[in-house]
């Protein structure tokens, strides 16, 4: 069975990105995925499951990852806890070896998407260490002796935020992808996924709204798709409508409930001074 992603019906996945997720299939390689983030790095690898029918195992990364939590850990406390209570599961190791991600995937007889979240977030030798893993598709489990081997090869995404810098190795395993930020047709086609028969004129003025805080010079953090899909929601809520957040010149809008979009006091501050600015000017 030949798998190929084209896109689903709850995620815009544009041309480029169907063709490096098939491409990553073909290669039977890992597909990094970097972009910036609410660009919808982690709803792919959950989209491209959901699309091609298969199950999805996530492993969402942080600061104190390492990298044998994807293969196995040794549970040492319970079976000293279960000695001392005279427990005979003492006896057998193999009841306190708690499977990982990867071991459950190498176990499954049908082919499954493995998601690595954030791999960034780690220490910088968690890439290094799970290079042979992704490569050979198996490791050893030296408490039991025997070696797991993936029945059928996984699909596996990794996404990055690039809060570091990611081993020439490890990117040599990988076909890349970087997630360029909507533009605005194909924002108007995620925002029709997520709401759908929203009227066209609220759709327009809230884009350039969105867009204008975008271009904002000195913004320490621009808003994102995800902060835009809140913002939209919230204005249906309270039933905001587009001329609210008309102005014949969209660079002077204060727009409501900005507190969506803008996420940092520093931003506020900047963006309310430039308004003040601007109608000063005028």
């Known amino acids: 069975m030949t798998l190929r992603f084209e896109g689903s019906s709850e995620y815009v ?37 959901q699309a091609l029918g298969l199950p999805l195992l996530q492993w969402h990364v942080k ?25 005979s599961r003492v006896h057998e190791i193999a009841n306190y070896i708690v499977k990982g991600v990867l071991w459950q995937a190498f176990e499954m007889e049908s082919p499954c998407v493995i998601l690595i979240d954030e791999i960034d977030k780690a220490d910088i030798e968690f890439p290094n260490d799970l290079l042979r893993e992704l490569d050979r598709m198996e490791f050893h489990c030296y408490e039991t002796r025997q070696t797991i081997r993936a ?43 997520h709401f759908p028969g929203l009227r066209k004129d609220l759709l327009r003025e809230a ?35 587009p001329e609210a957040l008309h102005s014949s010149d969209h660079k002077v809008v204060v727009p409501p409930l900005h507190g969506a979009l803008l996420k940092n006091e520093q931003d506020v501050h900047l963006f309310e001074r430039l308004v003040f600015m601007a109608r000063h000017n005028r």
């Open 63 to 87: 600061s104190t990852t390492k990298a044998q939590q994807g293969l196995y850990e040794y549970d040492a406390v319970s079976r000293l806890r279960d000695s001392q209570l005279g427990d």
């Open 151 to 193: 029945v059928r090869r996984p699909l596996v995404f990794i996404t990055s935020n690039n809060e570091k810098e990611l081993p020439d190795a490890f990117l040599r395993r990988c076909f890349f992808h970087y997630i360029q930020f909507p533009d605005r047709e194909t924002m108007s086609r995620i925002v029709d996924v």
């Open 13 to 49: 996945a544009t041309p480029d990105l169907q063709i490096a997720v098939n491409a990553a299939i073909t290669l039977q390689r890992p597909l990094l995925v970097k972009g910036e983030p609410g660009t919808g790095k982690t709803m792919l690898a959950e989209q491209v499951a």
């Open 207 to 241: 884009l350039e709204v969105f867009f204008g805080l975008r271009e904002v010079p000195g913004l320490k953090k621009k808003p994102s798709t995800s902060e835009l899909l809140d913002w939209l929601k919230l204005l249906l809520a309270e039933d905001i409508g």
